[in-house]
């Protein structure tokens, strides 16, 4: 019988299991010799002020009056309160500690379940010819002047790429713009401006099976931060014109419009259609979600995903491609943009209970739901619901399809990057407990092998 080799990052990974549950022992137990007694009484204060702060919070942000601003004065009332109990009584230094103790055991269990991921990177393509004719697309008033304040369009042109600037006062079709480029000979086109622009054009790339170019120019730049690219200095992205690698990436598709990273329904949604949301985004929304989340405005959704069936949620996101898992919610990043599936989240909270059910339970709440699937359909009792795409708001006729195509979409990012972050995995004590006692815990689930062959219309020689 042959014996199990267990790699030093297994072994590494076991030692940080077992010294997160020495942690966690040893703070529990610091707690209960120092304060005695008083570690229940004080345990139960902390969980009782925690609960009470979650429902205000949800009566602050779900009623409007008196009632609002009252939640507001008890949601910053409880932790001073707490935090004078627990003086009156010589306890503050205990209750230190022990979140101190929780906080390292947490870091600890979630970097030994962390060591096994190794294979959730996304593999890159030599890219040996240069284009010949790389098209770059840039909004000067993206990011706030980002295109400007780096030089972005100077430095390109010195690269050798075209460069159109969206700088006039009519709105521009950019995926036209796009599409006329590729027919004058683009062999590569580029985007320096929000995700909902990269979203178009990449589309546009997709469908004739040249590469993309992300420049991270946009005010958040969540496709380029899961693309492992310089979001401090756009400038760096412009490297891929000279040295690259090609990554092959999903692309999201919902009612015929391609889209990056995510396409929301719900209360969010709502929130961003209205006209008032761009001059003030807090009044609007601290307007308009107590309707919301009690039910009296906005469509009633039904969502079909992976054989199941949701009704009446206040919010779903369909990502392409799951978000990592180390939050209540899952939205983190992306490590992977590969695996052909679309992540799913489906939220209700519609009431302070489940509010607090969400703290407790993370993931394993009753008003939330977290899966995958290949397809996501919406339907609801309105003839057109409002989404958010890639943070820009439009309406679409129902039923709303969400598919995915994967690898459809060849990216050339810089080969010197700082790549994306380590994914932070969810903090699961059972896999914790295996990974201590056995040395090792089951192997995380392969992503998918896609064939590159069935996925973009034609993934062109890249060298």
Not at 379 to 386: E, F, G, K, M, N
Request: proline share 6%; hydrophobic share 50%; net charge neutral.
């Amino acid at each position: 019988m042959t014996q199990e080799v267990v790699s030093p990052e297994s072994r590494s990974a076991a030692w940080l299991a077992r010294l997160s549950f020495l942690l966690a022992l040893s703070t529990v137990a610091v707690v209960v010799v120092v304060a005695e007694l008083m570690s229940l009484a004080m345990l139960a204060v902390g969980l009782v002020a925690a609960a009470v702060s979650l429902a205000t919070a949800y009566w602050f942000l779900s009623h409007r009056g008196v009632l609002r601003w009252l939640s507001l004065l008890l949601f910053v009332a409880t932790p001073v309160a707490v935090i004078v109990v627990y003086a009156l009584h010589s306890l503050l230094w205990v209750a230190l500690v022990g979140a101190a103790g929780w906080l390292l055991a947490g870091v600890t269990a979630r970097e030994a379940l962390a060591k096994d991921r190794g294979e959730w990177r996304m593999p890159d393509y030599p890219v040996t010819r240069h284009a010949r004719h790389p098209f770059l697309i840039m909004n000067p008033k993206s990011g706030g002047g980002k295109v400007g304040r780096f030089d972005l369009r100077r430095k390109a042109e010195d690269l050798g790429a075209e460069v159109f600037l969206i700088d006039g006062p009519e709105p521009v079709d950019v995926a036209e713009v796009a599409r006329t480029a590729v027919t004058q000979g683009a062999d590569l086109l580029g985007v320096a401006g929000g995700d909902g622009t990269q979203a178009l054009v990449a589309g546009i790339a997709a469908e004739h099976g040249i590469p993309f170019m992300v420049i991270s120019a946009g005010t958040r730049n969540h496709f380029a931060l899961d693309l492992g690219l310089d979001r401090a200095n756009p400038a760096a992205c412009l490297d891929a014109l000279t040295d690259a690698v090609e990554l092959r990436v999903d692309l999201g598709v919902i009612g015929g419009r391609t889209f990056v990273n995510n396409a929301s329904f719900g209360a969010y949604a709502e929130v961003v259609e209205d006209p008032a949301y761009r001059a003030d985004k807090l009044r609007t929304t601290l307007e308009l979600l107590p309707d919301l989340l009690q039910g009296h405005r906005g469509p009633r959704l039904t969502v079909h995903a992976g054989g199941v069936e949701i009704s009446a949620p206040q919010a779903l996101l369909v990502a392409n491609n799951p978000y990592g898992t180390g939050d209540i919610a899952g939205l983190g990043r992306r490590a992977r943009l590969d695996r052909g599936v679309l992540g799913v989240v489906v939220a209700t909270v519609d009431s302070a209970r489940r509010a607090v059910d969400l703290m407790i339970r993370s993931r394993r709440a009753a008003g939330l739901q977290v899966l995958t699937a290949q397809e996501v359909t919406v339907t609801a009792d309105t003839r057109q619901v409002s989404v958010g795409i890639d943070g820009e708001s439009v309406s679409l006729p129902v039923p709303v399809r969400c598919t995915v195509r994967p690898r459809a979409l060849r990216v050339w990012v810089p080969r010197d990057r700082p790549g994306v972050p380590a994914s932070k995995p969810e903090l699961d004590w059972a896999r914790l407990r295996q990974l201590a006692v056995w040395g090792r815990g089951p192997r995380p689930a392969a992503v998918p092998e896609v064939s590159d062959a069935a996925t973009a219309p034609a993934l062109k020689d890249s060298a």
